[in-house]
Antibody, heavy 119, light 110 residues
């Protein structure tokens, strides 16, 4: 079964760092783009950025450029989203999603990771 | 890179058809035939329902269909069922391995 499994919920304080993960299985992880999507409480989906695990080429939405870092470790089929200094406004659900092998859409989604930033 | 524009809500009665619009620009919806639609139930991850404007992944009901005209794409759900009540998001490729989503539409079955 093709799936993406994300790390568990996180509760952090403003200014702390964080790295959440997304592990792929059931397919050739290195060969497919993995994107990250933010969903703030009660709000819509926001595309954040994407990585091609095979060469670590990354692209970011202008809204998130410089705010987060996307990376991947092909040896353990895992992609990451990290923050160096969290803000309360980073409180949200974060999803990873695989770009479809057929087209420019996201066909497999992780279950989501809730990040809560509060003092 | 602004979010695509969707109506906040739509509703319909069981058996009816509804259409959700998704408006963009020539840099996203109008520039590529890579519009996709996602269904999301509360507390769940999104699910791909339509890709390449009008193609359905295996397992998605034929009651779901997509189209595009100029800078506006549409999702039509025919023969509405209670299980179709969910949030729906459009998405578009915007070139150079970047994407954008719509603001989402809450679909209510009356």
């Amino acid at each position: 079964e093709v799936q993406l499994v994300q790390s568990g919920a996180e509760v952090k304080k403003p200014g702390e760092s964080l790295k959440i993960s997304c592990k792929g299985s059931g397919y050739s992880f290195s060969s497919f783009l993995i994107g990250w999507v933010r969903q703030m409480p009660g709000k819509g989906l926001e595309w954040m950025g994407i990585i091609y695990p095979a060469d670590s080429d990354t692209r970011y939405s202008p809204s998130f450029q410089g705010q987060v870092t996307v990376s991947a470790d092909t040896s353990i089929s895992t992609a990451y989203l990290q923050w160096s200094s969290l803000r309360a406004s980073d409180t949200a659900m974060y999803y990873c999603a695989r770009r479809s092998p057929l087209t420019d859409a996201f066909d497999i989604w992780g279950q989501g990771t809730v990040v809560t930033v509060s003092s | 890179q602004s979010a695509l524009t969707q109506p906040a809500s739509v509703s319909g009665s069981p058996g009816q058809s509804i259409t959700i619009s998704c408006s963009g620009t020539s840099s996203d919806v109008g520039g590529f035939n890579y519009v996709s639609w996602y269904q999301q139930y509360p507390g769940k991850a999104p699910k791909l329902m339509i890709y390449d404007v009008n193609k359905r992944p295996s397992g998605v009901s034929s009651r779901f269909s997509g189209s595009k005209s100029g800078n506006t794409a549409s999702l039509t759900i025919s023969g509405l069922q209670a299980e179709d009540e969910a949030d729906y998001y459009c998405g578009s490729y915007t070139g150079s391995s970047t994407w954008v989503f719509g603001g989402g539409t809450k679909m209510t079955v009356l």
